[in-house]
């Protein structure tokens, strides 16, 4: 697992941007996206009192010692990419031996949550039409109905990845 940490970038700003270059990274490094992960802390950089948030990115790099051959490569598409958003970009590579590193993955849940296979709730009508405003402190009880919106936002999903298979297994036929 390659492990992209972005210092001093606004966290949330990062999310969108991460989202844009998944492949583009993933093709520099010579792997699958599945195999990078960014991680975005709330961070600051900071130099004489002044927030360089933005302004300077510090990007750590944590990968297998395998890698090293595609540094060069790598650090000039990482520059590339971050230069679009920052004025300036230190890219820092840390490799380890990959017999040091351990993964555990829980094959009866997807490898990662993606905007497909997360929980998403909509504000429900019936508060809209209690009159309460968006600028106005809710009062009710945030978790009501909770536990069966859940059960029927995943039978949604369980329904939609049942058509995706069924999909998948037609193409594999007609193939």
Same mark, same amino acid.
């Given at each position: 697992m390659i492990i992209i940490k972005l210092l001093g970038v606004d966290q949330f700003q990062a999310q969108s941007f991460v989202s844009d270059i998944q492949e583009e990274v993933a093709q520099a490094f010579e792997t699958e996206?599945?195999?990078i992960l960014f991680y975005a802390p709330d961070s600051f950089l900071i130099y004489r009192g002044v927030d360089q948030t933005s302004f300077y990115l510090d990007v750590?790099?944590?990968l297998p010692e395998s890698y090293h051959p595609l540094e060069n490569q790598i650090a000039d598409v990482l520059h590339k990419i971050f230069s679009k958003n920052h004025v300036h970009v230190r890219v820092l590579f840390s490799y380890f031996e990959k017999e040091h590193e351990h993964e555990f993955i829980d094959e009866s849940y997807p490898r990662f949550m993606t905007e497909e296979n997360? +929980?998403?709730?909509?504000a429900d009508e019936e508060e809209e039409e209690d009159g309460v405003s968006e600028?106005?402190?809710?009062?009710?009880? +945030?978790? +009501?109905?909770?536990?069966e919106r859940v059960k029927e936002k995943e039978k949604e999903q369980l329904e939609e990845e049942a058509k995706r298979q069924a999909a998948r297994t037609d193409n594999k036929r007609g193939a």
């Open positions: 996206p599945d195999q750590e790099v944590e997360s +929980a998403h709730f909509e600028d106005e402190i809710y009062t009710g009880n +945030a978790f +009501a109905d909770y536990d």
